[in-house]
T-cell receptor, first 109, second 114 residues
């Protein structure tokens, strides 16, 4: 099983749509989880951390299910500028980050 | 906002040549990292560096790779004898604490081995 697994997409959605991304991770001992955003040929940028109780930042909501080893990201009211690849990331035991391959989102007018 | 700076942005090198990729981490950060991303693939961890020594490295980081912090500000990745499969985007990152929210990535160096 891959360490961090994501649906590669692409997700093609109209502006204003709600879209959800899912991710699973293999190491049940993992403690820290993140969603990063990566624009084409750019560096990954932290979108938000994922907390056990779930957390929201504006239009973005992240959820964690430790029992299922499952992480999700919900984007409400999609904007054109949300078009990017969304990377599910789990922190490894020595502080390194373990990335999923990413889910590509394309928001159309 | 503080930045991690990487140079050059793009480097083309011949197979077998040595390359040095340079990074200037954020000044008060203590942990330094190199990651790479082969085109179309996921971002992969190479090495972490703390207190002037390697703290962890991945299987990718074999004997052809080395890192150095020569002068207290720069953090370099050397690839001794480049192979075609070393062609990738190389990202430097730094953080104040080990991993976590405080990770900042540089904009990357695109290495093309021909």
């Amino acid at each position: 099983r891959k360490e961090v697994e994501q649906d590669p997409g692409p997700f093609n959605v109209p502006e204003g749509a709600t879209v959800a991304f899912n991710c699973t991770y293999s190491n049940s001992a993992s403690q820290s989880f993140f969603w990063y955003r990566q624009d084409c040929r750019k560096e990954p940028k932290l979108l938000m951390s994922v907390y056990s109780s779930g957390n929201e930042d504006g239009r973005f909501t992240a959820q964690l299910n430790r029992a299922s080893q499952y992480i999700s990201l919900l984007i409400r009211d999609s904007k054109l500028s949300d078009s990017a690849t969304y990377l599910c990331v789990v922190k490894g035991s020595q502080g390194n980050l373990i990335f999923g391959k990413g889910t590509k989102l394309s928001v159309k007018p | 906002e503080p930045e991690v700076t990487q140079t050059p942005s793009h480097q083309v090198t011949q197979m077998g040549q040595e390359v040095i990729l340079r990074c200037v981490p954020i000044s008060n950060h203590l942990y330094f990292y190199w990651y790479r991303q082969i085109l179309g693939q996921k971002v992969e961890f190479l090495v972490s560096f703390y207190n002037n020594e390697i703290s962890e490295k991945s299987e990718i980081f074999d004997d052809q790779f080395s890192v150095e912090r020569p002068d207290g500000s720069n953090f370099t990745l050397k690839i001794r004898s480049t192979k075609l499969e070393d062609s990738a985007m190389y990202f430097c990152a730094s953080s104040f604490k080990q991993g976590g929210n405080g990770y900042t990535f540089g904009s990357g160096t695109r290495l093309t081995v021909v």
